[in-house]
């Protein structure tokens, strides 16, 4: 655990906890451990939200897409944006859904299209790319012997693999990264008024920015996503009728597409190298012997969960455990908590890269809405952590540059900062 104020690490039953107080969100795991022992469904005092822990519930919970709706856009838009952010929305395309917030049947033809364009193939064909990248990424820092490990290795990764895929040219990737910033903003609904304007501009700056690209894919088709989604045809939805995606379609997945992986694959690999650092015999097996990589990569995720919660909005009332769940409440699936089950994983809050069981994590998800980056994030943390692992050594963390703790998120995960000092490899 880190930095866990005493009074989170001693509570004893759900009410000595504040799920939305930072101190708890940044040191969850006592909390967790208490709501499965005793209340699995736990409803948090003056919400309509109630909260599920358990491993075996939530993957139950997640077959059942009836009753438990992912169409949840309504009930988080929390307070009415300003007449000045409502205008600067105006101004583009509203949003519909397709991925996230869509439920079947809607949901399967805006996946089936996703699986289609994001596929294996097209991953391992990033391989290189990828190494290339994070090599460059290294080189610009092994020399200091020291960085700013967030802002120079794990933020610009996936932002620059992402932009890749779909066909972002890196010149862009400023503007890339900043609108990103703003997408994941306005999911935590903690912008101040002036954010907000700010979060506004950045996504009709976005979109404005993807019209035109999709339009210049049509004129000029090239080896890439947005080519592929510009080019392909669906059933629509509603009409049954073969037409290609609209503009607010396109909007809506590049959208998705460009924001789901930024900040959690960041997340993961800054967790993964702290839980390495801090546990140095396993950080030393794996430079020996590199092929363990990938099974601690689903340790990592395990540990990390960076996608810490997703909502379902109950559509009918129903009863889990013996708790009476009315129409309309909020359900949080607490992924990062069922990811440490002790009904699962033996000492869950200790990262053991040889775990068994450790790919039976929930970290991307399960069933229709499992992640479809899934295989992409996995490549990122794969290649990064071998080449980390194969030029440097004796990893620190600067401790008077880093404290360890996470950003007050109830949906995201991540450390707000990690410095970190290192020798090069000389063998
Ligand atoms: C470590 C990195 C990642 C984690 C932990 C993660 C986690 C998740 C989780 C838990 C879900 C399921 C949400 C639900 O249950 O409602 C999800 C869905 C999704 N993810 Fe990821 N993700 C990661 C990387 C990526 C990447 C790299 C991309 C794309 C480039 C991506 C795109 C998406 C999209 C579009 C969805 C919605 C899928 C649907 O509703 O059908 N994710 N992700």
């Known amino acids: 655990m880190r930095n866990a104020p ?8 759900p009410a000595d906890f504040d799920f939305f107080d930072e101190n708890t969100l940044n040191c969850p795991y006592r909390f967790y451990e208490v709501l499965q022992e ?43 944006p300003s007449p000045d952010v409502t205008a600067i929305y105006a101004r583009a395309w509203q949003p519909v859904d397709t991925l996230i917030t869509a439920d079947p049947p809607r949901h399967k033809t805006y996946r089936t299209l996703v699986n289609k364009v994001f596929n294996q193939k097209r991953v391992d064909a990033m391989e290189d790319y990828m190494k290339r990248i994070v090599h460059e990424l290294i080189d610009g820092f092994i020399e200091r012997g020291e960085c700013d490990f967030i802002s120079e290795f794990t933020t610009p990764l996936p932002v620059y693999v992402i932009a890749d895929q779909l066909g972002v040219p890196r010149k862009d990737l400023r503007d890339f990264k900043r609108w990103s ?81 930024n900040e959690t694959t960041t997340s993961a ?47 009918k009332e129903t009863e889990i ?20 089950d002790r009904a699962l994983f033996d000492a869950p809050n200790e990262l053991n890269i040889e775990r068994a069981n450790a790919n039976d994590h929930i970290a991307f998800g399960q069933g229709i809405h499992f992640c479809p980056g899934a295989m992409l994030a996995r490549k990122e943390m794969h290649v990064a952590f071998t080449a980390l692992l194969s030029r440097m050594t004796h990893f620190r963390i600067d401790e008077s540059k880093s404290d360890l703790t996470y950003w007050p998120n109830i949906v995201l995960r991540g450390l707000k900062s990690l410095h970190i000092q290192f020798d090069q490899r000389v063998d």
């Open 38 to 80: 005793q209340a699995p469904v736990y409803h948090l005092p003056d919400t309509n939200i109630y909260m599920v822990t358990r491993h075996a519930d939530i993957k139950t919970l997640l077959k059942d897409t009836a009753t438990f709706s992912n169409n949840f856009t309504e009930q988080l838009k929390g307070p009415e």
């Open 181 to 261: 910033d703003s997408f994941a903003r306005r999911l935590s609904q903690m912008a101040t008024p002036d954010e907000q304007i700010e979060d506004a501009e950045n996504i009709v700056a976005f979109q404005f920015y993807f019209a035109e690209m999709c339009e210049q894919r049509r004129n000029d088709p090239r080896d890439d996503m947005i080519t592929d989604l510009v080019t392909t045809t669906i059933e629509d939805p509603d009409t049954g009728e073969t037409r290609p995606l609209n503009m607010e379609e396109l909007q809506s997945l590049l959208q998705q597409l460009m924001v789901a992986g």
């Open 269 to 315: 690999i800054t967790g993964g190298m702290v839980s390495l650092i801090q546990n140095p015999e396993q950080l030393h097996a794996l430079t020996l012997d590199p092929a363990g990589i990938p099974q601690a990569v689903e340790e990592i995720l395990r540990m990390e969960s960076p996608s810490a919660g997703l909502w379902r909005v109950v559509k």
């Open 6 to 13: 005493s009074s989170v690490e001693q509570g004893r039953c």
């Open 321 to 340: 455990h013996g708790v009476s769940i009315p129409e309309g409440s909020l359900l949080m699936l607490r992924y990062h908590a069922a990811n440490r």
